[in-house]
């Protein structure tokens, strides 16, 4: 299998995760979509080190894994705190921040 | 064989992540991201590199859609209004992700790398199992490996400190009210009815 199909399939799926960023309102599907834009690096990583053929780039995907559950863990907190204080699930009404 | 592998695992992962942004209800978003992960862990098993593929398996889609599921289910998913706050959303973000895809795979394919239309090199039996990345954690990667197990040290006193219930800041011990499960503020904040 050529890597270029890896390669490219990886970027279809950083697409989609973008795409879904765009669309959705809900911030859990909005971390999932981060889920998918995380997976899909990881994929090119893990192509590009099989490119190689060195081991290496599997390490930084090993290591990609961990600052997404760190990420997803954070987020999950977030919303459980958002939840908590009973303000609307949707990121459209969550700006106060906004500028 | 392989190609018919990769193209089972291509459409699966495919398929699972435009099922992703396709549900209305989170909970099956999450588990078209679960079927999502096992074709990318498919993925890494055609790239040899057996230890990301058990750690995908192990840690991705189990441990973490685990989280995401409790709390999906304390949250209780509804589906999102139709109303929308940018016009054209919905046909600017699709145009939007098409520029991106062609973007991508325009910068990646006309790039210099001679090696990406071949098979990559032969590699001997033992590439990408779990010894050699073990090695390669322990020995080169020693600062990082440390580091990112600070990172999750933080990560998940960050998460305690954020879901914890604390007085006067306006939590409300008791369960929530059952309108929250259509997904629908029926009482928002102040601010949100004036925003709009």
Redo the contacts between chains.
């Keep these: 299998?050529?890597?270029?199909?890896?390669?490219?399939?990886s970027?279809?799926?950083?697409?989609?995760?973008?795409?879904?960023i765009?669309?959705?309102?809900?911030p859990?599907?909005i971390?999932?979509?981060l889920?998918?834009m995380l997976?899909a690096g990881?994929?090119a990583l893990?192509?590009f080190?099989?490119?190689?053929?060195n081991?290496?780039g599997?390490?930084f995907?090993?290591?990609v894994?961990?600052?997404?559950?760190?990420?997803?863990?954070?987020g999950?907190?977030?919303?459980?705190?958002i939840?908590?204080?009973?303000?609307?699930?949707?990121v459209?009404?969550l700006?106060?921040l906004r500028g | 064989m392989?190609?018919a592998l990769?193209f089972l695992s291509?459409i699966g992962?495919?398929g699972g992540?435009?099922g992703?942004?396709a549900m209305r209800n989170?909970f099956y978003?999450?588990l078209a991201?679960i079927v999502?992960?096992f074709s990318?862990a498919a993925?890494?098993l055609?790239?040899?590199?057996a230890?990301?593929a058990a750690?995908?398996v192990v840690?991705?889609a189990g441990?973490?859609m685990v989280?995401?599921v409790f709390?999906?289910a304390?949250?209780g998913?509804g589906g999102?209004?139709a109303w929308e706050?940018i016009p054209g959303?919905?046909f600017?973000?699709?145009l939007?992700?098409?520029a991106?895809?062609v973007e991508?795979?325009v910068a990646?394919?006309s790039s210099s790398?001679l090696?990406?239309?071949?098979?990559?090199?032969d590699?001997q039996a033992g590439?990408?199992d779990p010894a050699?990345?073990g090695r390669?954690?322990l020995e080169?990667?020693l600062v990082?490996?440390e580091a990112?197990s600070i990172?999750?040290l933080?990560?998940?006193v960050?998460?305690?400190?954020?879901?914890a219930?604390r007085k006067g800041?306006?939590?409300?011990p008791d369960e929530?009210s059952p309108n929250?499960e259509e997904?629908v503020?029926t009482?928002?904040?102040p601010?949100?009815g004036a925003?709009?």
């Design positions: 299998m050529n890597i270029e199909w890896f390669v490219v399939l970027a279809l799926l950083f697409a989609t995760g973008a795409l879904g765009l669309l959705r309102r809900s859990m599907v971390l999932l979509c889920e998918l997976n990881n994929l893990v192509a080190s099989r490119m190689v053929g081991e290496q599997q390490v995907a090993v290591i894994m961990v600052i997404a559950a760190c990420e997803v863990v954070v999950l907190g977030l919303i459980v705190a939840f908590r204080r009973r303000l609307p699930l949707n459209d009404d700006r106060e | 392989e190609e990769f291509a992962a495919l992540a435009f992703v942004i989170p978003s999450v991201l999502h992960l990318l993925l890494f055609l790239l040899t590199s230890f990301v750690a995908q840690v991705y441990a973490v989280l995401y709390v999906v304390y949250v998913g999102e209004s706050p959303q919905r600017l973000a699709p939007l992700g098409i991106l895809f991508l795979s990646v394919l790398l090696a990406l239309g071949e098979d990559g090199p590699v590439f990408g050699a990345i390669l954690l080169k990667f990082p490996f990112s990172l999750l933080l990560a998940a960050g998460a305690i400190v954020l879901a219930r800041t306006g939590d409300t929530p929250r997904g503020p009482s928002p904040s601010t949100a925003t709009s």
